[in-house]
């Protein structure tokens, strides 16, 4: 399996093998776009299960008890708040989870006894968490409010690296496509919302600006000397520094996957809901769709965007009339695709590439 | 190249000094102070309570709560907590917000303490006398205490600025206060129950010092002053918060407008509190000290008590003293919360059992081990050898980031949450990231043609500059989202931020290095097929040479050569090959 990501990848970066995945683009747009407009209708319509954290509410978890049945904290709940509905979870093998609307303290104490009577556990086993209705509204808001900003100065310094509104824009472009998706999946399976998934959809943004930026430097150092060629075209050479990252991109989501699938399983399998669970299930959502779109979206709205810069309509024009008088020597194979290969010219590498003699001849 | 091994062996030799220090500096703290080799945890690790206050003015109140005021809370809750005995209880603001976080299963009074909201009172001091609790009760005695047990006048309150002393109507104090139809600053508020308490209390104990419930309003009461100097028996409230306006604090000016060099605090009062501060100062002015001194109470304590001498009316009174530029702004803004019309309204509150918090790091650290390893087990899978330095390096940004995480929680107080322990176990896949980052760009230049040395340096120049902007972008993620969220989001933004540091800090002084060292190794240099940059599955066979050609397998030069004379002499070619190095690939021209 190795060797055949090698030379897979060896053909890809010699151009070899080509994806055309610019050129195609039209059908990424449609995807994604399709996606995207699933994801807003899910969210649209059936919203967003929000956690305790933001509507306000009190959950109760009783840990390590030997009985788990939820019909304990059904009627502690039905004595002590008659007017809440009790959402009852066994988490493992050995937790219980309550939660019930906002109740006043007082209150919330009388049922942490009554629950660690019924659990038969020292009261100290018992946790709970108690979330006004104003500060889950804060809670909410912060979040909202980290995100414009984030993505604001995203923008700027990306324009600032780049030095290509158009680059910051695709990213940002990217940026929104993933955090739509994620969400979406989220509206549309209907997991919980918490603090901690919103800690993963944020971290989400560093991750797929990550893959982004590997991918935009690479197309940016192809298409560096692109006016003094008339090889190949702006998408060309960007579709070439897309599959030449292409190995890059699947190693680095696949690495950055694996922790966070170790957490995701743990966290579901092992402690029930919680941070960990919470967290890692926004990452693996958001990490699977950032990879998608930083192939997939980020390069080809770059390239959409920058076709419509006179310079390079120019360019294009002049490298396919080229084409067209025959002049040209780039390898055309026999379905006319245009073998698209590395345009740097190359130099001489100094007396340090040179292959060392160790020994005499013999 | 000695170049580079120098160049290689300083990075290292500073990687070295930076773990050295870091480990160091720990040792020391563990040795001489009060830290410890392990991170302390926050209260979803180790169980306790934390409760989220937001400070709530009452309705039609025109002050505004600003930072001072918190801070002043902040501190009359530690205080309250300290006394209760509660060691550990971290309290701090986050924006607009207090959090207290309890260690344990705090009990229900403590809780209580936190919730309860400080108020300001004026009393008329009655009797002052030394902090200790008297032994012999002697009722007759303590009616007039010796002058020297005194320590109060060294404050006095007089008219502030313009405000000229009139000598107004002070007969009417007797009616102002109608409490039992008895003057506030009279002895007779001094019952055998009151002497009892003032000759028990003693302000040496630190419980006696904060969050002490105030008496009732209508009876005279006992108060430690507020670093245990002295304590006070006073008779009733006759001015509270309300009746502050406001109170600020500078330098003091004598009547000539010149500086003296020392710092008053003015308080300024309501129409309401001028009337009455007029009466009480009118009154208590020509009492024998400490009569004719006032007590500011705050949460139970002291804060001041100045002598009067003069009727202050107009609503505007300076208090002078020793007091530094430091005291005065505290007092200042004692006065000016003790006006506040808040209270502190909960939240959120959470309470974690140990259990609990247990079970959950002991999870998150076999969540980060088995994520570890798969990453390990991926990296040497795809890059053999160089799987190694991956995990080298990996290794390295574990031990810096927990010792700056250990030495991070002694000095600035850092408490690892879950959410950091999720933060770190994330982070294992970006830092991971950037060394693959490095390392498909070194093979990018090896299939381009260059020699591994070359390919290195070339690769790396690449690469750093891509590692560095997302990088760059993964700290600016973690900033804004340490310095916009709440609550568990920052632990997650503070290990985020403080790995990416970390994993820029290794992929220069330890990842690069490494790797120009080793590619000097033969089994590197020559590209052994188990080095993970072996040029031969890196397609050097299939190479672009440029003008659109591309060279597939076709034997260079030198091999046509070998090959020729390998014909005529096969037996010469195979001893050798045989002779060689297992690494030399096939097909290099290595001779």
């Known amino acids: ?362 | 190249m000695a170049r580079v091994k120098n160049e290689a062996r300083r990075a290292l030799t500073w990687l070295g000094a930076i773990i050295v220090v870091l480990y160091g500096t720990l040792a020391l703290g563990v040795v001489f102070g009060n830290a410890s080799w392990t991170p302390n945890l926050a209260l979803d690790l180790a169980g306790g309570r934390e409760i989220v206050l937001a400070p709530v003015l009452a309705d039609g109140a025109e002050q505004t709560i600003d930072q001072a005021d918190l801070d002043q809370a902040v501190d009359i809750i530690r205080r309250r907590i300290d006394a209760s005995g509660v060691a550990e209880a971290e309290i701090s603001t986050q924006g607009q917000n207090i959090v207290v976080a309890l260690p344990g299963n705090p009990s229900e009074e403590t809780v209580d303490l936190v919730r309860q909201s400080a108020q300001l009172q004026f009393r008329p001091v009655l009797v002052s006398g030394s902090p200790l609790p008297t032994t012999t009760s002697d009722a007759s005695a303590s009616a007039t205490p010796e002058p020297s047990a005194s320590p109060s006048a060294d404050e006095t309150a007089e008219p502030a600025g313009s405000a000229t002393p009139e000598p107004s109507a002070s007969a009417s104090a007797d009616a102002a206060t109608p409490a039992e139809g008895t003057d506030p600053s009279s002895l007779e508020w001094i019952t055998e129950d009151v002497q009892a308490k003032y000759d028990a209390l003693d302000c040496t104990a630190a419980e006696n010092l904060s969050g002490v419930t105030p008496g009732d309003p209508a009876l005279a009461d006992v108060a430690c002053d507020q670093d245990g100097l002295a304590k006070y028996i006073m008779g009733p409230v006759e001015m509270d918060g309300t009746d502050v306006a406001t109170a600020t604090s500078g330098p003091e000016y004598n009547s000539a407008g010149t500086l003296t060099g020392r710092y008053e605090v003015r308080l300024e009062l309501t129409n309401d509190g001028a009337k009455k501060f007029a009466d009480t100062t009118g009154r208590i002015k020509d009492f024998e000290s400490p009569r004719d001194q006032f007590a500011m109470v705050l949460d139970g304590v002291v804060i001041s008590a100045p002598a009067v001498s003069t009727t202050i009316t107009g609503g505007q009174a300076s208090i002078t003293g020793n007091f530094t530029q430091e005291s005065a702004e505290q007092l200042a803004n004692q006065l000016k919360f003790g006006a506040l019309p808040m209270t502190l309204e909960v939240q959120s509150e959470q309470q974690i059992s140990a259990t609990l918090g247990a079970d959950q790091l002991q999870k998150g650290l076999i969540a980060g081990a088995i994520g570890l390893l798969l990453v390990v087990i991926y990296s040497l899978i795809q890059y053999r050898a160089l799987g190694f330095v991956t995990v080298g390096s990996l290794v390295i940004a574990g031990a810096i980031t927990y010792g700056l995480i250990a030495l991070l929680s002694w000095v600035i107080g850092y408490r690892l949450s879950l959410a950091g322990v999720a933060g770190l176990i994330v982070a294992i896949g970006v830092t991971a990231d950037s060394f693959i980052v490095y390392f498909e760009r070194v093979r990018d230049e090896l299939r381009e043609g260059r020699s591994l040395q070359a390919a290195i340096d070339h690769g790396w120049r690449r690469a750093r500059r891509t590692i560095l902007a997302s990088d760059a972008i993964n700290v600016l993620a973690a900033v804004v989202l340490y310095l916009l969220a709440v609550g568990g989001v920052r632990g997650f933004a503070f290990t985020l931020g403080l790995t990416t540091l970390v994993d820029v800090l290794v992929v220069f002084l330890f990842t690069h290095p490494i790797l120009m060292l080793m590619g000097k190794r033969p089994f590197f240099a020559r590209g052994h097929k188990w080095s993970g940059l072996d040029p031969r599955q890196l397609g050097r066979d299939t190479m672009y040479k440029g003008r659109g050609r591309i060279v597939t397998g076709q034997p260079t030069l030198a091999e046509r050569k070998a090959a020729a004379a390998g014909i005529v002499a096969p037996a010469a070619a195979a001893t050798a090959t045989d002779t060689d190095d297992d690494a030399r690939p096939e097909g290099e021209e290595t001779r």
Do not use: C
């Open chain 1, 1 to 362: 399996m190795k060797l055949n990501l090698a030379e897979w990848g060896n053909k890809l970066h010699s151009g070899e093998k080509t994806y055309p995945i610019v050129a195609q683009r039209k059908r990424w747009f449609i995807v994604s776009g399709v996606l995207v407009a699933l994801s807003l209708v899910a969210l649209f319509t059936k919203g967003l299960n929000a956690g305790i954290d933001f509507v306000g509410g009190t959950e109760f978890r009783v840990t390590e008890t030997s009985i788990t049945e939820p019909a304990e904290a059904q009627a502690v709940i039905e004595e002590l708040a008659p007017d809440a509905t009790a959402r009852v979870t066994i988490l493992g093998d050995n937790d219980v989870r309550i939660q019930i609307g906002v109740v006043d303290i007082e209150t919330g104490r009388e049922i942490t006894s009554a629950l660690a009577e019924a659990y038969d556990v020292p009261e100290d086993q018992v946790s709970f968490t108690q979330i006004g209705p104003t500060w889950g509204a804060s809670v909410g808001k912060a979040a909202v409010q980290s995100l414009i900003v984030f993505l604001v100065l995203v923008g700027i310094v990306m324009s600032l690296y780049f030095r290509a509104w158009r680059m910051a824009v695709a990213a940002l472009v990217a940026l929104a496509h993933d955090l739509i998706i994620t969400v979406g999946v989220y509206a549309l399976i209907g997991f919980e919302v918490t603090p901690a998934s919103v800690i993963g959809f944020l971290t989400i943004l560093g991750y797929s600006l990550y893959d982004t930026v590997v991918v935009f430097d690479k197309i940016r150092e192809n298409t560096q000397h692109l006016t003094s060629q008339h090889r190949y075209t702006y998408d060309e050479l960007a579709n070439l520094g897309l599959n030449q990252t292409l190995v890059r991109s699947i190693n680095t989501s696949v690495v950055a996957l694996l922790p966070v699938s170790a957490i995701l399983f743990i966290g579901s399998f092992l402690l029930g809901a919680g941070t960990l669970k919470d967290i890692s299930l926004a990452l693996f959502v958001g990490m699977a769709v950032g990879t998608y779109s930083s192939i997939f979206v980020a390069t080809p709205v770059e390239v959409a965007l920058r076709d419509y810069e006179p310079k390079i309509v120019e360019h294009t024009r002049q490298v396919l009339a080229l084409r067209a008088s025959g002049e040209t020597d780039v390898a055309i194979s026999d379905t006319g695709d245009v073998r698209v290969g590395a345009v740097n010219r190359g130099s001489h590498q100094g007396a340090a590439a040179q292959p060392k003699r160790k020994k005499r001849k013999a």
